[in-house]
């Protein structure tokens, strides 16, 4: 859903650009941005993240062991963001999907 709402939020400021409203392209992109950043944030596989589920099942890692990670897992994410890398690594994914949405969209 986020990255849909992202794709819109694009759309949104093209349409800005179209009718001059530079406050409405700066917005547009920045809620963008934004929305990617939760896209992207949410699938790392730390409980109680989506990222998890989504490994718990390619694993096939059962619901008890599942549950005792899940008691940890806002621990693990607070620690896992504050890494340099992870931050870099999904600046990168953020604003290189931006910049891709941005292109459909001819703004880039």
Known sequence: VNF???FAL???AK??????????VEAGIRAAAMSLGLCFFNLIPIPPL???????NLIGMSQETYMRFYQFGFIAVLVVIN???????????IYETLGLMASVFGLR
């Open 4 to 6: 849909i709402l992202a």
């Open 83 to 93: 890494i340099p890398a992870v931050r870099n690594a999904l600046g990168y994914v």
């Open 10 to 12: 694009v759309g949104l």
């Open 50 to 56: 989506d990222g998890s589920h989504i490994l718990k």
């Open 15 to 24: 349409a800005g650009v179209l009718t001059g409203v530079d406050g409405m």
